[in-house]
């Protein structure tokens, strides 16, 4: 996994993880999960972005492309990867993963959490260099669909939730 993957706009970054396996190596084995669905967020015009608020997730949203951003909403972890350049505040979030190698539920950003076992001991770890949390990028053969992202009050105007069309895996079908 090179830097320069997650050095583009969250948009664009949000489509590319899109078919890649997330791989999460524990006691000794691994669970491997397809990346189905992501959201991308941007800085403090974004009024659905960690970035609005001063404090620690603003702080890790303008941090190196490829750290990793895990923080709790309704008692879940949710995971982003941070992307672009430092200093420019930007994520992308993981919404749904298609399970490989086990059985689980993982559609939607709390449930594949629990589901891979990733927590806050991740925050602020950056994927690049990760011996617990890999990425590995496949080569892709799918439609992407988009809409706007989900559970947020104020949302852009553009749709920058993006799914592989037609996975059972998906958290929402719209």
Partial sequence: MQKSFFMQDAEIVAKKLLGNVLVRKIN?????ARIVETEAYYDEKDPASRACQDGDLRKTMLMDA???????VHNNWLFNFVNNKKGKAEAVLIRALEPLNFTGKCNGPGLLTKA????????????LNNEELKLELIKRN?????????????????????????NEFVSRNR
Avoid at 28 to 32: I, M, N, S, T, V
Avoid at 146 to 166: N, Q
């Fill in 28 to 32: 000794g084995g691994e669970k491997r």
């Fill in 66 to 72: 490829g750290t990793i951003l895990v923080y709790g």
């Fill in 116 to 127: 891979m076992l990733i927590d806050k001991k991740f925050h602020k770890q950056s994927i």
């Fill in 142 to 166: 799918f439609d992407i669909d988009k809409s706007f992202r989900v559970g947020v009050r104020k949302d852009l105007p553009k749709k920058l939730r993006f799914f592989i069309k037609g």
